[in-house]
């Protein structure tokens, strides 16, 4: 039996109806931008494997960390014990958070770093005796599939299920362009009907909703209505984290500064699942009591491994070197003239570009689903062509590693131009 088969026998995948989806393929190495599979087929990873993977595949620099780790201190409780490499972690991460960032609270994995902002959100006012329990998120937003961060999310597939069992979550419109008026007065109104805690959102870029994008001025005039209205503001930077937009965060982008950010995925450069919340001084003081009830009571079993914190640290610094640096500018670069040459096409609504993302919106007849079956055409396309790409409905995004060769670069944006003659 091949891998896939025996992989249809015993293994249930995320996000997947077995039933009317194809057969998982199995890969078996990677390295660089590229992944080959059982059969020796190369593949172009240029989704960077759902946005975790900067340096590329099988990084011997992270690698090494790693083992060095593991083989001096693979992990310890973190209840009521430390260690020097989630010490490091937090010295890094001080230097490079927006400056009102001073305490860090490890996860393991996306969903669970938003879970615990939203927690802290709740707790926080709990704490101080304010009966405040709404949390505001955007349209279509994407946090996880925990129930809080499922409860933040407003994307119906991954939802539908679970409607009415979820804490109270309310909707704003996001501030695309033109529509930033629209944002700014509803977040006031529903600010104004509702015992607000906190607002989430995915800083300049919701991922999951297919690259939607609107502009640093907007998010920061929301955020300031927040803060004059003691509403805690939680950034989502899952996603957008360590370089993906250009900057180390987005919120690097934009002049007011959240009370919480969540990390994840490209934290440990797609080797080892961590997750980390990041709070202010003041967030944190809420908790700090002689009151054992007003303790944050949330954990979790391997918080702050050791290794995944060693892998962390190598991340970041790779993602430091003048060379990542100058990785980032130059796929940035080469998107924004793919973009001019692409958004001039007959078949093309929109392309847009926040340093290594890029997305297009492809015209279609009829409404196009997310799991739709334009989507389906296009991404069967690709992977039959050797290019990685996941497409949103009618939106294909490319989110490379940053190590991604120009010439890799020119066939993932040549497989997109035929994808677009085809269907
Ligand atoms: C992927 C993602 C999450 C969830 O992270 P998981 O590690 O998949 O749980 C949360 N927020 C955003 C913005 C994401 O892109």
């Known amino acids: 039996m091949t891998l896939t088969e025996k992989d249809s026998q015993y293994l249930w995948h995320p996000y997947t109806q077995h039933k009317t989806s194809q057969t998982s393929i199995a ?8 992944l080959w599979d059982e059969n020796g087929k190369e593949y172009i990873d240029a989704i960077a494997s759902w946005w975790v993977n900067p340096f590329g595949h099988s990084n011997k620099f992270i690698a090494d960390a790693i083992y060095k780790q593991l083989t001096t201190l693979e992990h310890v409780l973190f209840g009521g014990f430390t260690h020097e490499p989630a010490i490091k972690v937090a010295e890094r991460l001080m230097e490079i958070l927006p400056k009102n960032q001073q305490k860090i609270f490890f996860s393991d994995n996306g969903s669970t770093a938003v879970e ?3 927690k802290v959100a709740l707790q926080y006012f709990f ?3 304010e009966k405040r329990t709404t949390i505001i998120a955007f349209e279509n937003a994407f946090h996880g599939d925990t129930f809080a961060a499922m409860a933040a999310s407003g994307i119906s597939f991954y939802t539908q299920a679970f409607q009415g069992m979820f804490i109270d979550v309310v909707r704003i419109p996001v ?5 930033e008026q629209e944002s700014f007065d509803a977040l006031k109104d529903v600010i104004e009907n509702n015992n607000c805690a906190g607002f989430i959102f995915e800083p300049l870029v919701q991922g999951a909703a297919g690259m939607v994008m609107y502009e640093p001025e907007a998010l920061a005039k929301l955020i300031k209505i927040c803060r004059e209205n003691k509403v805690l503001t939680i950034a989502d930077e899952v996603m957008t984290g360590f370089g993906k937009t250009g900057k180390t965060f987005a919120m690097d982008y934009v002049l007011e500064n959240p009370d919480m950010i969540c990390l994840s995925k490209a934290l440990t450069g797609g080797t080892i699942p961590m997750a ?7 967030v944190f003081d809420a908790f700090y009591d002689d009151d054992i009830n007003k303790a944050l009571f ?6 702050a491994n050791p290794t995944g914190c060693a892998a962390a640290l190598a991340s970041m610094n790779l993602l430091q070197t003048e060379e990542m640096q100058a990785n980032i500018e130059r796929i940035n670069s080469s998107h924004l003239i793919f973009q001019k040459k692409i958004e001039k ?8 570009t926040l340093g290594v993302i890029f997305a297009v919106e492809i015209k279609s007849d009829s409404e196009e689903s997310y799991y739709g079956s334009m989507r389906n055409k296009l991404y069967n396309f690709f992977i039959e062509k050797g290019v ?3 497409p949103v409905g009618n939106i294909v995004y490319i989110l490379p590693p940053y190590i991604m060769t120009n010439e890799q670069l020119q066939k993932v944006y040549q497989t997109i131009e035929e994808a677009i003659e085809m269907v």
């Open 127 to 129: 704490n101080k005796n």
């Open 27 to 34: 890969i078996s190495r990677g390295e660089g931008a590229l």
């Open 388 to 390: 990685i790409l996941r």
């Open 175 to 179: 501030p695309v362009k033109g529509k």
């Open 298 to 303: 949330h954990g979790h079993t391997f918080t």
């Open 116 to 118: 615990v902002a939203i």
């Open 276 to 282: 980390i919340t990041t709070f202010t001084q003041e």
């Open 345 to 352: 096409h007959s078949k093309v609504i929109t392309a847009r």
